[in-house]
């Protein structure tokens, strides 16, 4: 029998295949380097503060290369319902960097914005456009991500995890996948027959908040 899949959980399949499809695009587009993107409980509280606000994950370039390739990395700020439709805003702070110990940049947001500027530059191929599949980074791969009020719960709370593990995935688009990993764990498309896979994270563009700083 087939187990029933709590909210906002991906099926094992989807989740095996989005692997392996990143794994894949990043032979022809992606020449980034990763390192483990952290979120940590303490970080997670603090960003959906009393009014169970979301968390806005934004991608970003370090600024200095590791050998001839540069580091993804990506950082977590609140987001509040602006209104009553589906709008998101942006509080400026605080803001992290989710590093394997989860760092507050709330005093530096123009290091994040410079981040996340690199990184959009890269994606838009202006940065090494020579690259193969440069041309095609900006219909591939996000901005930033939405994540929902429900997975971080199922994980953070229910689960009672100390911290969560982000990583890719591709559809048509590199996805973000979260689950219960720990950042010592190896990320391999056949660790996803034995983790929970959540993703119903809101992709920006377009769910991007106009007004954000860190969408300048």
Known sequence: MEKKLK??????????????????EADKTFNLKITPIILQKETYKSLIGENENRVRVYL??????????YVLCA?????????????????ETPVYKLNKNNEDFSDNTEEVIESIRLYRKWRSGEIEPDA????????????????????????????????I??????????????????????????????????DEAQLCPPFCDERSIYNS
Not at 75 to 91: E, Q
Not at 166 to 172: A, D, M, P, Q
């Open 75 to 91: 950082y977590a700020v609140s987001s509040f319902l602006l209104g009553s439709g589906d709008v998101y805003a942006d509080y």
């Open 165 to 198: 593990v982000l990583e890719f995935g591709v559809s048509k688009t590199m996805n973000i996948m979260l689950s219960s990993a720990s950042s010592a764990t190896e990320q391999t498309v056949e660790a996803a027959d034995e983790l929970e896979y959540y």
């Open 60 to 69: 970003g370039l370090e600024n200095k290369k590791d050998g001839n390739k």
């Open 7 to 24: 909210r906002d959980q991906l099926p094992a399949e989807k989740a095996k295949n989005w692997k392996k499809n990143f794994k894949e």
């Open 132 to 163: 193969d599949g440069a041309a095609f980074r900006q219909y591939i791969y996000p901005n930033a991500y939405l994540l929902t009020k429900f997975e971080l719960h199922e994980l953070f709370n229910a689960q009672n995890h100390e911290e």
